[in-house]
């Protein structure tokens, strides 16, 4: 089993939309997580960290679901811009920003 | 947000060269920086963790006398891909571990694209 499980996608949704992506994870001591973003041949870059209790960045929310191992990432009024691949990550250790483990990343395409 | 970068942007070598790839943190101070690889349509896989004035960690699989790092001062670390081949045609990303009291975070770099013919 994969330390971090995405649905490579890829979604396509009009402008406007809402889409969620989901992610399991296997490592039940894991401590950290994210969601990074990565255009087309460029690198990744953070969009932003998961807390236990949920956390809202404008039209962006993700969730941390502990017993389930699960991570979601929604995001409402998807625009143009959004079409890129998601990234579910992983720091399996309680060591700080230490070793990131990645999913291989969920495809989002919005179309006008 | 902070500053990465790495040189080359895009290499093509011969099978058999080495290749030597730069990864510089320009405004901050890195003593931990980590090199990923990533083939095509598969996810960032961590290659090894390099540390300041310390020997290089390596992941499981990865050849430590084929990817040679040294990370010489605390703004840049180098990964040397020694008698490349086909099969090391990637895109490599370093990141660099930016840390301020309880502050910290991965900057990446924006990779470099290696060619092996």
């Known amino acids: 089993r994969k330390e971090v499980e995405q649905d490579p996608g890829p979604f396509n949704v009009p402008e406007g939309a809402t889409v969620a992506f989901n992610c399991t994870y296997s490592?039940?001591?894991?401590?950290?997580f994210f969601w990074y973003r990565q255009d087309c041949r460029k690198e990744p870059k953070l969009l932003m960290s998961v807390y236990s209790s949920g956390n809202e960045d404008g039209r962006f929310t993700a969730q941390l679901n502990r017993a389930s191992q699960y991570i979601s990432l929604l995001i409402r009024d998807s625009k143009l811009s959004d079409s890129a691949t998601y990234l579910c990550?992983?720091?399996?250790?309680?060591?700080?920003?230490?070793?990131?483990?990645f999913g291989t990343g969920t495809r989002l395409l919005v179309s006008p | 947000g902070a500053v990465v970068s790495q040189h080359p942007s895009r290499v093509i070598c011969k099978s058999g060269t080495s290749v030597k790839i730069e990864c510089r943190s320009l405004d901050f101070q890195a003593t931990t920086m980590f090199w990923y690889r990533q083939f095509p349509k598969q996810s960032l896989m961590l290659m090894a963790t390099s540390n300041e004035g310390s020997k290089a960690t390596y992941e499981q699989g990865v050849e430590k006398d084929k990817f040679l790092i040294n990370h010489a001062s605390l703004t840049l670390s180098t990964l040397t891909v020694t008698s490349a081949h086909p099969e090391d045609s990637s895109f490599y990303i370093c990141?660099?571990?930016?840390?301020?009291?309880?502050?910290?975070?991965?900057?990446f770099g924006p990779g470099t694209r290696l060619t092996v013919l």
């Open positions: 990141s660099a571990r930016r840390v301020e009291g309880v502050y910290n975070e991965q900057f």
């Open positions: 990550v992983v720091n399996p250790m309680n060591t700080g920003f230490q070793k990131l483990v």
């Open positions: 490592n039940s001591a894991s401590q950290s």
